[in-house]
Nanobody, 125 residues
Framework: QVNLVESGGGLVQAGGSLRLSCAAS????????KAWFRQAPGSEREFVAG????????YYADSVKGRFTISRDNGKDTVYLQMSSLKPEDTAIYYC??????????????????WGQGTQVTVSS
């Protein structure tokens, strides 16, 4: 069993920054892809960013490209999401996700086997 715990959410003004963290415990999968998703009220859960097991490749949704940066520290079993130039439309619950086995489709939530409980990010205008 893998436990993922997100932290770092909160309330920020538009244009501000936040850094989310996702710490893994239990049976960890350092060698597999991890990602961030988000879900706004009344909307489907959507892919935000993913990072390869070694941190050497990252992939972003167009809506956050150039503003968000995903990274990972395998020594700490932690994934980060640095969010800058935040907009009100970034308001959502942000979830960390991890694959148990490598899969090619990073943007599909069905590719991920483990999920955190989520952390709320609210961006005021």
């Amino acid at each position: 069993q893998v436990n993922l715990v997100e932290s770092g959410g909160g309330l920020v003004q538009a244009g501000g920054s936040l850094r989310l963290s996702c710490a893994a415990s239990g049976r960890t999968f350092r060698s597999n892809t991890k990602a961030w998703f988000r879900q706004a009220p009344g909307s489907e859960r959507e892919f935000v960013a993913g990072v390869r097991w070694d941190g050497g490749y990252t992939y972003y949704a167009d809506s956050v490209k150039g503003r968000f940066t995903i990274s990972r520290d395998n020594g700490k079993d932690t994934v980060y999401l640095q969010m800058s130039s935040l907009k009100p439309e970034d308001t959502a619950i942000y979830y960390c996700a991890a694959m148990a086995v490598p899969r090619d489709t990073w943007s599909n939530s069905n590719s991920y086997d483990y999920w955190g409980q989520g952390t709320q990010v609210t961006v005021s205008s």
